[in-house]
Structure formats: structure tokens, C-alpha cells
Nanobody, 114 residues
Framework: QVQLVESGGGLVQPGGSLRLSCAAS????????MGWYRQAPGKQRDLVAV???????NYGDSVKGRFTLSRDNAKNTLYLQMNTLKPEDTAVYYC????????WGQGTQVTVSS
């Protein structure tokens, strides 16, 4: 059974940084895609960043140049480095992995506020 466990969320001031982690219970090399989505209150869940098993990375337009997606296959962990955070980045961030089906983590709250 695939499990995804996120960590690293919290409260940060505008302009600050956070790094999210998503630890998988299986080899992340087995996933076709793996990435992060976020959902703010009253809004739909949107793509933040995703990496394909080819290594190609796509970012949502609102985070380009500020967020960096990376992975450590040896640790079966996906990371999201978030810099220059803005209040509009406030959301629950979900880890997602796609193989034979879509898998989701439980989410981690990120709040950007002064």
C-alpha cells in the first residue's frame, strides 16, 4: 500500500522560506509523476509543481522562480523548497503521486502572514 507523508508546513512571514517534504512508503522511482498541489479555502486544488519519471519538471505559473522541486530517490522523498513566500501562497499543500492510480498525502498547512 502506498503512503505519502508530508511535513514541513507552518507559519512564516512574507518573504520567508519553507521546505516541504513528502516521504513515500515505496520507491518513488515507480511513480510516473510526483508533485505538489495546494488548496486555499473556498478554492480548487491547483498544481504547484510536478516531476515526471523522465526528470522533467513543470511549475504552476504563480510559483515559477520562487519554488524549487527536487527528489531524493535514495530516501524516497520529494521536496518543495519555497522561497519569497507571499500571503497568497497560504494553503494546504498536498503531495501527489501517480502510478496505477493517484495517491494523495494528508496535507500540510502553510500560512504566510505577518
Amino acid at each position: 500500500q502506498v503512503q505519502l507523508v508530508e511535513s514541513g508546513g507552518g507559519l512564516v512571514q512574507p518573504g520567508g522560506s519553507l521546505r516541504l517534504s513528502c516521504a513515500a512508503s515505496v520507491s518513488i522511482s515507480s511513480f510516473v509523476y510526483m508533485g505538489w498541489y495546494r488548496q486555499a479555502p473556498g478554492k480548487q486544488r491547483d498544481l504547484v509543481a510536478v516531476i515526471a519519471n523522465t526528470g522533467r519538471i513543470n511549475y504552476g505559473d504563480s510559483v515559477k522562480g520562487r519554488f524549487t522541486l527536487s527528489r531524493d530517490n535514495a530516501k524516497n522523498t520529494l521536496y518543495l523548497q519555497m522561497n519569497t513566500l507571499k500571503p497568497e501562497d497560504t494553503a494546504v499543500y498536498y503531495c501527489n503521486a501517480e502510478r496505477e492510480t493517484n495517491y494523495w498525502g494528508q496535507g500540510t498547512q502553510v500560512t504566510v502572514s505577518s
